[in-house]
């Protein structure tokens, strides 16, 4: 138990070494795009022809939707070995559930293990009785008039302007803040280094050591002091290439050309407005923007896996000016498996930053 608690705060705090561990080394590094998921595992045969640095997110969806750890289906450490039976009904129902999309939706995954398993082993199939007095169809929500609707422009604006306007946020090139990062109710001391254009950098300093998650302009990259520093998997670094972008707010729609908007939605009995954004090459996301201050409170990217997508949302809090300039000192990272929250004491605007500092050690460790 101790150490499954363990390991959910290694994936929380992003820690590389956790993933890389279930990673064969051809898996790692640029090289790893190449190989599918048979040739870099042992006993691959639903997941065949998928590439190889997809299969941990499709194990981490898995593990999440039906609300158990890898040891549910795995020997620990040999994860090849069939001898669990829940192992073999997983692969059945891989198969089951990717007939169903393919007989009954197109071929698109529109059923995953999650439309039936809801975090359980085993999915309920009768309806619940009432537990409440409550009437049980409460009356439809009036739909928002379509004319007070804000356009996605109006959106994007607001938020700027909220920030402390393009001028303003222009004139900042570089940020260098201080605080904590709570994880698995462990405190730990950790520094955020931004430059624009996107480079990122933040140090976690573990008892243990030194831990890095970065990205420097073009690719991220994930270490821990003692071991050699990884590349992140196309996806991950696409993730990170989004949370370094120094001046998001002003190249949101650069970034995103088709962002469209989505539903109003409430986020603690606020209503926000939401924008969503597809686009090669990055995470697809949903954003969601204060309806009364008009600042960005919410984040949700998802990272596509071969059996369905794995959700990350980042909520913003705590906005302070400095010089002129509105950032969020505080934000909560949750994945289905982890959240960790970064509490900043201390910003500083412009001070020098070095580009070594984004840029990926040479591979012998330190
Ligand atoms: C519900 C059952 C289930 C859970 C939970 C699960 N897996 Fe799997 N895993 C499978 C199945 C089934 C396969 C084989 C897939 C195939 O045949 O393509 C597999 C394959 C693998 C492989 C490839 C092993 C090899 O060499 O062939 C790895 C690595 C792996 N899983 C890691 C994990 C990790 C890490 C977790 C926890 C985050 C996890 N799995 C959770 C069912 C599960
Ligand atoms: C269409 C609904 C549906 C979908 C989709 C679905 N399952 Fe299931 N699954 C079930 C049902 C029903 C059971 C039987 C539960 C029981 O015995 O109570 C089950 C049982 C299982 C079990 C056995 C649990 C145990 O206690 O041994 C595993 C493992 C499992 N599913 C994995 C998956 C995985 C992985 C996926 C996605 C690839 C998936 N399921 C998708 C309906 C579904």
Redesign the pocket.
């Given at each position: 138990m101790h150490r499954e608690t363990t390991r959910r705060t290694i994936f929380a705090a992003a820690a590389a070494a956790a993933i890389a561990a279930?990673m064969p080394p051809v898996a790692r590094g640029q090289a790893a795009e190449a190989k599918t998921?048979e040739q870099a595992?042992?006993?691959?045969?639903?997941?065949?022809g998928t590439p190889a640095d997809q299969?941990?997110p499709a194990?981490?969806f898995?593990?999440a939707s039906?609300g158990?750890?890898?040891n549910?289906?795995?020997v620990q450490g040999k994860?090849?070995l069939d001898d669990k039976p829940?192992?073999k009904t997983?692969?059945a129902m891989?198969a089951m559930t990717a007939a169903i999309n393919k007989n009954s939706f197109g071929g698109r995954p529109q059923v995953t293990c999650y439309s039936c398993h809801r975090g359980s082993t085993h999915p309920v199939n009768i309806p619940p009785v009432l537990d409440a007095d409550a009437p049980a169809h409460p009356a439809e929500r009036a739909a928002a008039p379509a004319a007070a609707a804000p356009t996605v422009d109006q959106i994007l604006d607001r938020y700027v302007a909220a920030l402390g306007g393009a001028e303003a946020l222009r004139k900042v090139t570089s940020r260098t803040q201080k605080g904590t990062i709570v994880a698995g109710g462990n405190e730990m001391p950790i520094e955020v280094f931004t430059k624009a254009p996107n480079k990122r950098a933040s140090i976690t300093h573990a008892p243990s050591g030194e831990s890095f998650t970065a990205f420097d302009g073009a690719a991220g990259w994930m270490g821990n002091s003692g071991l050699p520093p990884r590349d992140m998997s196309a996806a991950e670094s696409e993730a990170a290439g989004l949370d370094a972008e120094f001046y998001l707010a002003l190249r949101l729609k650069e970034m995103f050309p088709q962002l469209r908007r989505g539903r109003p939605e409430e986020i603690a009995g606020v209503e926000c407005q939401t924008l969503l954004g597809a686009a090669p090459g990055r995470p697809s996301v949903r954003l969601y923007f204060d309806g009364k201050s008009g600042l960005l409170v919410r984040t949700v990217r998802y990272a596509e896996s071969p059996l369905g997508r794995n959700p990350t949302q980042i909520d913003y809090a705590d906005y302070r000016e400095i010089d002129g300039v509105k950032l969020p000192f505080r934000w909560t990272l949750a994945r289905p498996n982890g959240r960790f929250t970064i509490q900043i004491a201390e910003a500083k605007n412009n001070a020098p930053v070095e580009d070594a500092k984004f840029a990926k050690p040479a591979a012998e460790g330190k």
């Amino acid at each position: 138990m101790h150490r499954e608690t363990t390991r959910r705060t290694i994936f929380a705090a992003a820690a590389a070494a956790a993933i890389a561990a279930f990673m064969p080394p051809v898996a790692r590094g640029q090289a790893a795009e190449a190989k599918t998921a048979e040739q870099a595992f042992k006993n691959i045969s639903e997941l065949k022809g998928t590439p190889a640095d997809q299969v941990f997110p499709a194990m981490q969806f898995v593990a999440a939707s039906l609300g158990v750890e890898c040891n549910f289906c795995h020997v620990q450490g040999k994860m090849e070995l069939d001898d669990k039976p829940a192992k073999k009904t997983a692969r059945a129902m891989m198969a089951m559930t990717a007939a169903i999309n393919k007989n009954s939706f197109g071929g698109r995954p529109q059923v995953t293990c999650y439309s039936c398993h809801r975090g359980s082993t085993h999915p309920v199939n009768i309806p619940p009785v009432l537990d409440a007095d409550a009437p049980a169809h409460p009356a439809e929500r009036a739909a928002a008039p379509a004319a007070a609707a804000p356009t996605v422009d109006q959106i994007l604006d607001r938020y700027v302007a909220a920030l402390g306007g393009a001028e303003a946020l222009r004139k900042v090139t570089s940020r260098t803040q201080k605080g904590t990062i709570v994880a698995g109710g462990n405190e730990m001391p950790i520094e955020v280094f931004t430059k624009a254009p996107n480079k990122r950098a933040s140090i976690t300093h573990a008892p243990s050591g030194e831990s890095f998650t970065a990205f420097d302009g073009a690719a991220g990259w994930m270490g821990n002091s003692g071991l050699p520093p990884r590349d992140m998997s196309a996806a991950e670094s696409e993730a990170a290439g989004l949370d370094a972008e120094f001046y998001l707010a002003l190249r949101l729609k650069e970034m995103f050309p088709q962002l469209r908007r989505g539903r109003p939605e409430e986020i603690a009995g606020v209503e926000c407005q939401t924008l969503l954004g597809a686009a090669p090459g990055r995470p697809s996301v949903r954003l969601y923007f204060d309806g009364k201050s008009g600042l960005l409170v919410r984040t949700v990217r998802y990272a596509e896996s071969p059996l369905g997508r794995n959700p990350t949302q980042i909520d913003y809090a705590d906005y302070r000016e400095i010089d002129g300039v509105k950032l969020p000192f505080r934000w909560t990272l949750a994945r289905p498996n982890g959240r960790f929250t970064i509490q900043i004491a201390e910003a500083k605007n412009n001070a020098p930053v070095e580009d070594a500092k984004f840029a990926k050690p040479a591979a012998e460790g330190k």
